[in-house]
């Protein structure tokens, strides 16, 4: 049973980080840490989003750039074409993508381990070639520009603000869905597939309907992710929104923190987004700030293969008193052991 | 005498284009009561309950549960019906806690008062579930586990209980556990079909067994006479090489 006393630091804790949260637009010193908090934010966002199949079912999806790529050419194309709200295209482009990835999820979730890694790799690269080549609608090589949101006389540090913000409230919104799932039959259900998926199925868990929904929900808020970020950047471009490299670095940041974890994605972001900028600025142009990226990826591999979130809370319960794996016990008490 | 609760009649069966495992085994469980298969490797043990908990589909014959032909359906199907089938090995969710693992075997039970009753029945002949119901499943003994997987497997009140080599792998407490645990199910009112290789063991607790071999029933009876019969050993142990 959880303690008063842990339900209080989890509490403080959560209302800690809303506060930072809010708060962050006005500690950053310049405009630049700004966006890179916006940058940051928007990984959290993808990888929290990519946590609801990655996390809750164990099928590994390096192929999620296809949904925030879709979700960002939707809501770009959507205003430009149809003249659509900016807001209400946010939303209608996640939810094309939403429906886009029911047929998708039938036929990749067929497979599992390793083809379904590459299926899903598979159509990145074929979204890419499409758009890419499809320049009449997409824009092709040369990009597509997304207009802005907000009238022009909102500033460019004022715009960062409010899409840190913005940002954030999707964030709020996708960590509360991943909490009442975890804590629902449904949870459950995914939690057994995650651990066997044939077991699951002869306890009469619906394998099938289940990892669906999953990749559904989680291919819905990836594509907010990519719609948002779309709005706020003003720009796309099919190399960068359809890349492996994309949908990687959102299954290192969930690993990184723990995918099991429900803040184990946000935290693996902040890590991999603050690693990404600090060696960016360190080694400017050159390609060291990739290197620096695979070295962290092996000491994960190596040291925390849980994740940071699991690895902390393994070592905060090893020196709570009483948890120690060599304590003193008195006669009765080890007498009563041996009888058990 | 009251009629067999599940039956197996006639019984082909095999895996792929391979030749057939079965070969025309019949098995009866009454009611109420432990039948225990023993046999060699190879002799057809498992197979039997894969059948019977349709997870293999029977080549030829039939299977009956409560009077009712359920040859051919699927587990999901045979679970509902009251059918519940302990895989081989540790087959607990390591990952989840142990009262997930209990819960999951009510998946299909939507009856959330019905659920409480039989978290709080199951609790009751498994101590270790109560105690230990927040600890995750992987973190618990050998024996441990097989306790939470019988729990598990009664979550759905089921009618038959198939449980493929309980004590395997385990240390002669943690076996001798197991078996009072069985005998437990059966005081209960469920009927078990037990494939053992303890095979001694078993009998001593069994009301009926079945010696095997090469996938069919070569001996069968009370499991008290069967103990004490000459060709237990010519069967199960095999005969040496000339």
């Not at chain 1, 939810?95 to 886009?100: D, E, I, K, R, S």
Request: overall charge positive; glycine content about 12%.
């Amino acid at each position: 049973m959880r303690s008063g006393s842990e339900t209080f630091v989890k509490a403080a804790g959560l209302v800690g980080l809303a506060g930072l949260v809010v708060a962050f637009p006005g500690l950053a010193s310049d405009p630049f840490v700004l966006s890179v908090g916006v940058v940051i934010i928007s990984y959290a966002v993808l990888a929290t989003a990519w946590n609801f199949v990655g996390g809750f079912t164990g099928y590994i999806s390096l192929g999620h750039a296809a949904y925030s790529g879709l979700g960002g050419y939707a809501t770009g194309l959507l205003i430009l074409r149809a003249d659509v709200n900016p807001w209400v295209a946010l939303l209608l482009g996640g939810l094309v993508v939403a429906v886009l990835a029911v047929p998708v999820g039938i036929a990749a979730l067929r497979v599992r381990g390793a083809s379904f890694v590459i299926v899903s790799i598979a159509l990145v690269l074929v979204l890419l070639l499409v758009f890419q080549s499809w320049e009449s609608v997409t824009g092709g090589s040369d990009g597509l520009r997304v207009p802005r949101p907000f009238d022009a006389d909102v500033l460019r540090p004022e715009q960062h603000q409010r899409f840190f913000h913005l940002h954030a409230v999707l964030l709020a919104v996708m960590l509360l869905c991943w909490w009442v799932i975890d804590r629902s039959r449904f949870g459950m259900g995914l939690k057994a597939i995650r651990e066997d998926e044939d077991k699951a199925r002869s306890l009469g868990v619906p394998t099938v309907r289940y990892k669906l929904a999953a990749f559904v929900v989680s291919a819905f808020f990836t594509a907010l992710g990519g719609g948002l970020y779309a709005l706020w950047f003003g720009f796309l471009d099919p190399i960068f929104q359809f890349s492996i490299l994309v949908g990687s670095n959102m299954v290192l940041m969930s690993l990184l923190g723990g995918v099991r974890s429900l803040f184990g994605p946000l935290v693996g972001a902040v890590v991999v987004g603050y690693a990404t900028e600090f060696f960016k600025a360190q080694y400017g142009d050159t390609q060291m700030h990739l290197v620096a990226m695979g070295v962290l990826l092996a000491v994960v591999v190596l040291f925390l293969p849980d994740g940071i979130i699991p690895a902390v809370r393994g070592l905060l319960a090893r020196l709570r008193p009483g948890q120690a794996s060599i304590r003193e016990v008195t006669q009765e008490e080890l007498a009563a052991e041996v009888r058990r | 005498m009251a009629a067999d609760l599940l039956e197996l009649v006639d019984v082909e069966a095999g895996y792929g284009r391979a030749a057939l495992v079965l070969r025309g085994l019949t098995v009866r469980v009454p009611p109420a009561s432990v039948v225990c298969l023993v046999g060699p490797n190879g002799a057809g043990k498992s197979t039997v309950l894969k059948v019977a908990s349709g997870l293999l589909a029977p080549r030829g014959g039939r299977i009956v549960l409560d009077g009712r032909d359920v040859t051919g359906r699927g587990p999901q199907s045979l679970l509902a019906a009251g059918l519940s089938h302990v895989l081989q090995g540790h087959s607990v969710f390591p990952e989840m806690t142990v009262g997930e693992n209990v819960l999951l075997g009510a998946y299909t039970v939507r009856d959330k008062v019905r659920v409480a009753e039989r978290v709080d029945f199951v609790r009751t002949l498994f101590p270790v579930v109560g105690a230990r119901w927040d600890a995750l499943a992987g973190a618990l003994s050998g024996g441990q586990q097989k306790q939470v997987e019988f729990a598990r497997s009664l979550m759905v009140s089921p009618r038959v209980v198939l449980l493929d080599e309980p004590s395997m792998g385990l240390d002669p407490k943690a076996t001798a556990t197991v078996f009072e645990q069985i005998t437990r199910m059966r005081d209960a009112g469920t009927a078990v079909l037990l494939v053992e290789q303890n095979a001694r063991r078993a009998l001593e607790i069994a009301d009926q067994g079945c010696v095997l071999d090469l996938g069919r029933v070569h001996l069968s009876g009370p499991a008290p006479a069967l103990l004490t019969n000459p060709r237990l050993g010519d069967l199960y142990l095999g005969h040496p090489p000339p």
